[in-house]
């Protein structure tokens, strides 16, 4: 591996960015020193990405307590090294999303909190790879800022911080141009960083040469901050769209000299109009001059996607060539799935570098590498140097979430959540439900007279493949099988809201279906692109309503009862859900803004889970695994209705009673270990 001399500078960064020029001066590349060159030049820069890795360092599921080696930062390092053989020049570059998602992460942020002199465990395995730059997603801000302060180093200027803090820090310059510090007015992080080095290239003799170049990297997040982890940052910072920010600093990194700028949006692509506050503004950002590259995440998704029928093909997007709008882009999956490579072809005009784009080239290269002889998917091996620098807390981790809670006599899952099986819902909803409801009666009178229900969805609903679903096996419960149930590290909140309320905001939940054509011969298929994240549902006897998914949008809830009468659209009801849904919910109700929200906890939903559990330890089917609050309206259908799930997952629906489901495939083809089940809208 060869280190070039090579200088990080930026008038504006933060004490925290700068702690971490010394380990960003170790960026792959040529050799030190060498010529330059008057003459014209070639030459390829491969920006490497690695986006939503979630803390999944190796390819372990804390909640299954078992090896999966379908994702795991320790496989994208083996595409990483590769990477470095086939181009002389790379920057490495992370995307956001990274310090957050595995039982690991709560544990170094909550649990057993890591100390100032140590660096997060992703952050050490990152380190291996010496990062060259970085920027924040919104799950960077779960812990709060005085944890990120830590984290990152130190020196985050915002109100509720130790600026003065110095620590281990992250081990690269961070880089985020949207997120505005309400104390200094200033970006909370350096928004872009210009890294100053030489690259290898030809000149126009078909000399080798070595010139010097400066990159700037410039970063967003996604606005959705403000509202996802308000408890954290109102009051103390604000946020500004991406293009705004865009077309105020591009021009400042430009003028200090940066022949080339690299865009790293936590963010995707949204074909809607744009708005300062949206969440994915790719194809936005990508039009503002001065941007020659764009890396992509928060969506989980891929660009370029190869499919047949890609992911985004909106207007703009060039799947083929890895464009949005002709600027090269990638989007690198998620938990280290993927690596995006956007190989940018320089020339060299005897003063300064400029891409030409029309000659670069996007791919994603994956973990996956097809399947062997037995019809088994294979991955690439896991680099080895990665285990044994976070082996300690991995261990620890695993001792964490082994700790007993209790005890279930039913198999609880989400295998079958989308056809009305609450067995892995009921017991998040009936442990918030009595948490709120403790929470009123002692601490908000004006409202202990309304009833109090809760609402959940499946957070693993099939998302990732056939794993991807909550399966907490009949038996002892242990700390991980409560987070498997509660993914996130959300906490409680409670809204107000009336029963003309709860019915649109079914009707956004039901948005999880297709419409159904009941005299269609051919096959339909059931589920939505609509997050299964986002299918919130009630599991309690008081409650009963059905979806008609014949219907269009917004008017699929019938029969909507509650206590056995149709609900009053008048009569007001105290919600339990989570900060997420209270305060970024505008797309279910507008009222979902905060304005509705009367208890802010600062309980994790899931640390509430685990509470329940400890004061409830006898889990069972009867009592909080059969409450069928809803199902799908009696449609006799002409065609088959498919909807795909976890492979050999049957049992889990015959026991929750779903008569009206059966196996149609065993295998969906995909080599992602789902299968294809069939419902009967008729029974």
Not at 67 to 80: H, K, V
Not at 109 to 133: G, N, R, T
Not at 620 to 632: I, M, P, T, V, Y
Request: glycine share 8%; net charge negative.
């Amino acid at each position: 591996m060869r280190t070039p001399f090579f200088r990080a500078t930026d008038l504006r960064m933060a004490p925290l960015a700068l702690s971490a020029l010394a380990a960003a001066a170790m960026l792959t590349a040529c050799g030190g020193g060498g010529s330059s060159s008057t003459k014209a030049a070639t030459a390829t820069l491969a920006v490497l990405e690695t986006t939503d890795l979630h803390f999944n360092i190796r390819s372990y599921d804390y909640f299954k307590l078992a090896d999966d080696p379908s994702y795991g930062f320790e496989r994208t390092a083996t595409l990483i090294r590769q990477a470095r053989s086939d181009y002389a020049n790379t920057l490495l570059v992370d995307n956001g999303d990274t310090i957050q998602g595995t039982a690991l992460a709560d544990y170094e942020a909550q649990v057993a909190p890591i100390a100032c002199d140590q660096q997060l465990s992703m952050y050490k395995a990152m380190a291996v790879f010496k990062f060259d730059a970085g920027t924040l997603g919104n799950h960077e801000f779960n812990y709060g800022l005085p944890f990120l302060n830590q984290v990152l180093g130190g020196g985050l200027q915002v109100d509720g911080v130790d600026a003065s803090k110095k620590c281990a820090g992250n081990g690269y310059p961070m880089a985020l141009a949207n997120v505005i510090s309400s104390q200094t007015k200033a970006p909370l992080v350096s928004p872009y960083v210009v890294l100053e080095r030489e690259i290898s290239g030809t000149d126009s003799d078909g000399k080798a040469v070595k010139l010097p170049i400066k990159i700037g990297v410039i970063g967003f997040t996604t606005p959705g901050i403000l509202g996802w982890d308000k408890r954290h940052l109102e009051g103390k910072v604000q946020v500004t769209g991406a293009v705004e920010a865009a077309q105020k600093y591009v021009p400042e990194l430009r003028s200090k000299g940066a022949d080339i700028v690299v865009a790293l949006l936590h963010g995707g692509l949204d074909a809607s109009e744009y708005r300062a506050d949206m969440e994915n503004p790719g194809l936005y950002l990508s039009q503002v001059a001065g941007i020659d590259a764009m890396v992509m995440g928060h969506q989980h998704s891929v660009f370029p996607d190869t499919a047949a029928q890609p992911a985004f093909s909106m207007a703009g997007v060039d799947n083929k060539a890895g464009t949005i709008n002709g600027v090269p882009a990638v989007m690198a999956s998620s938990w280290g799935k993927a690596l995006g490579v956007v190989a940018l072809a320089l020339k060299w005009d005897g003063k300064a570098w400029s891409v030409d784009k029309t000659q670069s080239k996007s791919e994603l290269r994956s973990t996956t590498t097809g399947k062997d002889a037995a019809g088994k998917t294979s991955y690439v091996a896991v680099d080895s140097s990665i285990a044994p620098v976070v082996e300690s807390q991995h261990q620890a981790a695993i001792s964490y979430v082994k700790t007993p809670v209790g005890q279930t006599d039913f198999r609880m899952g989400t295998q079958f959540a989308d056809v009305g099986d609450p067995g892995a819902i009921q017991l998040v909803n009936q442990a918030q439900q009595d948490y709120v409801q403790r929470y009123v009666q002692a601490n908000l009178p004006q409202y202990a007279q309304l009833p109090v229900l809760s609402v959940s969805a499946p957070f693993k609903s099939g998302f990732q493949g056939g794993g991807d679903y909550t399966d907490v096996a009949a038996g002892p419960l242990a700390i991980y099988n409560a987070a498997d149930l509660y993914l996130y590290p959300n906490t409680v909140y409670a809204v107000k809201v009336n029963g003309a309320q709860i019915k649109r905001w079914l009707e956004a939940a039901a948005q999880r279906f297709n419409r159904i054509d009941p005299a269609d011969t051919a096959d339909q298929w059931l589920i939505s692109s609509f997050p299964g994240y986002n299918f919130d549902m009630f599991t309690t006897a008081d409650m009963r309503y059905q979806i008609d998914v014949t219907q269009p949008v917004g008017s699929r809830i019938v029969d909507l009862q509650y206590k056995g009468a149709p609900i009053d659209p008048a009569q007001d009801f105290v919600i339990a859900t989570n900060n997420y849904r209270a305060t970024s919910g505008k797309s279910f109700l507008p009222e979902l803004d905060g304005r509705a929200t009367i208890y802010a906890s600062p309980d994790a939903n899931r640390d509430v889970v685990i509470s329940y559990i400890k004061d409830h330890p006898q889990i069972s089917r009867a009592a909080n695994g059969a409450a069928h609050s809803w199902r799908f309206a009696k449609t006799p259908t002409a065609g088959k209705v498919l909807f795909t799930s976890a492979a050999n997952a049957l049992p889990v629906a015959q026991a929750a009673g779903l008569a009206n489901v059966s196996l149609d495939k065993a295998d969906d083809g995909t080599g992602t270990q789902r299968a294809v089940y069939r419902i009967d809208l008729g029974l």
